[in-house]
């Protein structure tokens, strides 16, 4: 059952609709390189659209009601929206669900030293990374530091041509042949990953110059000083904005596409979705890329918090109504798949693989191994799912992430399931995943954005 490729089929409109949305894309992506970065720009673009905030919703005691739009930030890492509809809300809800972390470097709690004469950031990698990619690169700083008064500071350091980079280093060939030796997860160790920032002495200042001069800089130009990498979260990201990639410009490559890639087109289908019979709901969330953990995480009780808040407001005041809402609800977890990459043949099993440019992605199950950690969508929701894009004439595809024994991986979809509720995980083939810097056709973008849209206008059983 081999797709067609989905440029195939374009219009002239629609080849203007799909460069008209990779532009956007992009720009969400060069502006988001941290959740919290991906939550502004979220918040802006709900409130542009006419959503309220949750948190006066419940301070000036409002009553909702179908066709209310409100929105919820958790932390300033995580978002939920709803588009209340006409339909009573425990009957359930369309729900689209993705993630705004990416792999990148964190800065440990206290980072700085100075070493030969050279100033460095002790880092922690997040996230599953092949470390040797993130070596001899140039990088950027993004990220809050809190002073000890509460006043925050927020710094995207090396995207503006003005400004500094940095970087970790890597040992020259001519030196490097016991490190060409080792396995390729040990050529470039954890600890190893630290980053350069600098290597300039107080003139006269023999002893500590180096660290002194550093120190002077950040106090000058960005306001804080060494003690306030305690109360800091600076992650450090590739340098530099996204690209259009090819001859025929027809991909895109750049950092985080995983998974901001369904969190972008996820965000316009809710935004582009009116009046709804079925309420609609898009949850964007942290820390999938650790296992979803934490109070910002998929794990974190947040979800459901702010839904018991939302049906309180709409006159819902039984303990069953939540309970309810989310197991008749339907969900798409909205996440990336592995696209086949010629280059690797070996590690896929092709008849189900994703390809780039065939269009949206579903994956029946997820999980490692024997289906390991996998939610397993059943036979009658994939049923539901297939009759909805043909139905809407969009380019899908199924696929599961590489060969049976040896690949495998993780969504939120599993946690929202223990709800009860119908789910399946959908989103963009990706080539290079967790890379540096990651590549997705254009198509596939647009044709995930266009299956968000038909499942949330989707009506209920």
């Known amino acids: 059952m081999e797709r067609r490729n989905a440029w195939h089929e374009y219009t002239e409109q629609q080849l203007q609709e799909i460069d008209t949305l990779a532009t956007k894309y ?101 996230g599953g990374i092949k470390k040797y990619q993130w070596v001899t690169m140039p990088l950027a700083i993004h990220g809050v530091v809190v002073k000890r008064d509460g006043t925050v500071i927020n710094l995207a350091i090396g995207e503006s041509p003005t400004d500094p980079v940095f970087c970790v280093t890597d040992l020259l060939p001519h ?62 990201v590739p340098a530099g904005a996204t690209r259009e990639l090819g001859f025929d410009r027809s991909m895109i490559i750049g950092y985080g596409q995983d998974d901001r890639v369904c969190a972008y087109t996820s965000l316009i289908a809710m935004l582009e979705t009116d009046n709804v019979s079925r309420t609609t709901c898009t949850l964007l969330v942290d820390k999938e890329e650790i296992g979803s953990v934490g109070a910002t995480g998929m794990q974190s009780r947040f979800f459901e918090n702010f839904m018991a808040e939302l049906l309180e407001a709409m006159g819902h005041s039984s303990p069953l109504a939540v309970r309810r809402t989310l197991s008749n609800s339907h969900m798409l977890s909205s996440d990336v798949s592995a696209g086949f ?6 590690a896929f099993e092709k008849k189900n693989a994703a390809f780039l440019g065939r269009g949206v992605v579903f994956n029946k199950f997820t999980g490692s191994r024997g289906k390991s950690g996998s939610n ?50 959908c989103g963009v083939a990706v080539l290079s995943m967790h890379s540096p810097w990651e590549v997705t056709s254009k198509a596939d973008i647009y044709e995930a954005k266009r299956c968000y849209l038909a499942f949330l206008a989707a009506k209920g059983e």
Do not use: W
Request: aromatic share 8%; charged share 25%.
């Open 26 to 126: 992009r720009h969400f992506l060069d502006h988001g390189k941290t959740e919290r970065e991906c939550v502004d720009q979220i918040v802006a673009a709900a409130e542009a659209a006419g959503y309220r905030n949750m948190d006066s919703v419940i301070k000036e005691g409002i009553t909702l009601k179908a066709g209310d739009k409100v929105y919820y930030v958790h932390m300033k890492k995580a978002v939920a929206m709803v588009n209340i509809g006409t339909e009573p809300i425990e009957k359930g809800m369309n729900i689209l669900g993705a993630h705004i972390d990416s792999p990148r470097l964190d800065v440990k709690q206290n980072p700085f030293y100075v070493d030969s004469d050279l100033a460095l950031l002790d880092t922690h990698y997040y």
């Open 175 to 236: 030196l490097g042949q016991e490190q060409m030796e080792k396995k390729a997860a040990k050529v470039v160790e954890g600890e190893q990953l630290d980053l350069l920032i600098g290597s300039r002495p107080v003139k006269g200042e023999l002893k500590d110059g180096v660290k002194a001069y550093v120190l002077q800089v950040l106090q000058e130009q960005y306001d804080f000083e060494e003690e306030d990498f305690l109360s800091a979260e600076l992650e450090i």
């Open 341 to 346: 990459d010629p280059l690797y043949a070996s």
């Open 376 to 425: 397993d969508a059943n036979a009658e929701y994939m049923a539901r799912i297939r009759h909805l894009m043909d139905q809407n004439n969009i380019s899908y595809q199924t696929a599961e992430l590489g060969r049976v024994d040896l690949g495998g991986g993780g969504t939120i979809a599993y946690i929202m399931a223990l709800y009860g509720m119908n789910v399946i995980d």
